[in-house]
């Protein structure tokens, strides 16, 4: 288990000087901090913090948010500064739950046009949903995840999946053994929450569309238990499972990216007893 907890990323949403810095020495060096795309962050700000990621010795890759770019133009500028700024060599290319403005309408347009890899970029992740999207069928998704993956590979960029985040392994197991099983092999990024209060994530998993398999979760342990949840059940889950290919966790950081990174840390270590999904706040 610890074995499949070593390779993990962490997602950062905004994360500050202090926490930045509490990073540094939480995480081994190298290891990879995304970048949330918040609509009210400024690309300037982007580029500020993937900066300091990198001064500290982690290595910091982007949410590229397709709809929210006005033109061509400003997201070249934003690569370049990425590029020399934070020395960043990978992007998450998503669409953005957004209305389309501007050139980009989705993240594959971002792939086809932005000339990523003559910019110096060498690997992007794509997004992955395993519970599905709102506002975009399954067949589209599939489609999608095919182009996506087509167009990268003939530009000589690298590729990797980095799925929303779950609380249901079954649906999780499901839907990597149907990609593996049509014939896509690239590294998946496991999308999971680390460690915060029920309420917090119930506010995040309802924005998010998976407060399906949050509920499903909770009402297994107990419903009125008001507590902490955990990614332990999907980390078992995975690691205990064969012939899945190249899979690694990523920690969204709803409790707090320090938190959560101590969280993985401890799993990478195996000194964390994964025994109870869910703890009460007076444990």
Same mark, same amino acid.
Request: proline letters at 6%; aromatic letters at 6%; hydrophobic letters at 45%.
């Given at each position: ?5 070593? #390779? ?73 500064? =990425? ?25 594959? #347009? ?8 003559? =910019? ?45 985040? #779950? ?11 149907? =990609? ?44 009125? =238990? ?58």
């Amino acid at each position: 288990m610890s074995a499949f907890a070593a #390779s993990f990323s962490i997602e950062a949403t905004r994360p500050s000087e202090p926490e930045i810095a509490a990073l540094a020495d939480v995480l081994a060096p190298r290891t990879a901090v995304y970048l949330s795309a918040v609509p009210a962050m400024a690309l300037d700000e982007l580029v500020t913090l993937a900066a300091s990621l990198r001064r500290v010795g982690l290595d910091p890759v982007a949410h590229i948010a397709a709809r929210r770019l006005s033109s061509i133009s400003q997201l070249h500028e934003l690569l370049r500064a =990425l590029r020399s700024e934070a020395d960043m060599r990978q992007l998450l290319v998503i669409g953005g739950d957004v209305d389309a403005t501007g050139p980009f309408p989705d993240a594959l #347009s971002v792939i086809q046009k932005g000339g990523l890899r003559d =910019l110096g970029f060498e690997e992007i992740g794509i997004a992955g949903y395993p519970e599905g999207h709102a506002r975009i069928p399954a067949g589209r998704l599939e489609g999608a995840l095919d182009e996506k993956i087509a167009s990268a590979t003939a530009q000589g960029l690298r590729v990797h999946i980095v799925s929303q985040f #779950s609380f249901s392994p079954e649906r999780v197991l499901a839907w990597l053994r149907q =990609l593996r099983a049509s014939g896509l092999a690239v590294p998946v990024k496991v999308g999971m929450a680390g460690p915060t209060s029920v309420p917090a994530l119930l506010r995040y998993a309802k924005r998010c569309g998976v407060a399906a398999s949050l509920r499903g979760m909770v009402s297994g342990v107990g419903a009125g =238990l008001i507590g902490h949840v955990g990614p332990g059940r999907m980390i078992e889950a995975l690691a205990a499972a064969d012939n899945l290919g190249d899979i690694a966790p990523h920690y969204f950081s709803f409790g707090g990216v320090v938190e959560t990174a101590r969280f993985a840390c401890d799993a990478a270590r195996g000194t964390h007893s994964f025994s109870h999904a869910m703890a009460p706040n007076n444990a």
